[in-house]
């Protein structure tokens, strides 16, 4: 059974309403979700690795991908703190949040480091 007409202008209408609403996203903004979806790229890829290969230093796979995941997880945060149109965080400047970014990235990867022995 096709797909009828309506479900494909529903998709198209859909698609075309979120990519005019993320072209007005500041491009700071757009930075970041670049940055993020790196980070999780760079865990599948690291997921499909030890499925292809295997997983024989488990911890080492282990911190990888908690390492690409936490940092995506950092970012998001950033993001969230960085946003002009979030009322919640309009007293915090951007230069506090990205320190406290870098300085959560620190400890996150200390802790990774850690992990791996």
Same mark, same amino acid.
């Given at each position: 059974m096709g +797909? =009828?007409?309506t479900t494909k202008d529903d998709a198209q209408a859909l698609f075309h309403s979120l990519r005019s609403a993320y072209s007005a996203t500041p491009t700071n903004l +757009?930075?970041?979700d670049l940055y993020v979806v790196f980070a999780v790229f760079t865990?599948?890829?690291q997921v499909v690795y030890m499925a292809v290969v295997g997983s024989f230093p488990f911890n080492s796979? &282990? =911190? /990888? $991908?908690l390492s690409c995941v936490g940092t995506a997880v950092l970012a998001v !945060?950033?993001?969230i703190q960085v946003n002009k149109e979030n009322k919640e965080f309009k007293d915090l400047p951007p230069e506090r949040a990205f320190a406290?970014? $870098? &300085? !959560?990235n620190l400890v996150l990867h200390l802790v990774i480091m850690?992990? &791996? /022995?």
């Open positions: +797909k =009828s007409p +757009k930075i970041i865990a599948l890829i796979f &282990l =911190s /990888g $991908v !945060c950033l993001r406290d970014f $870098v &300085l !959560c850690n992990f &791996l /022995g």
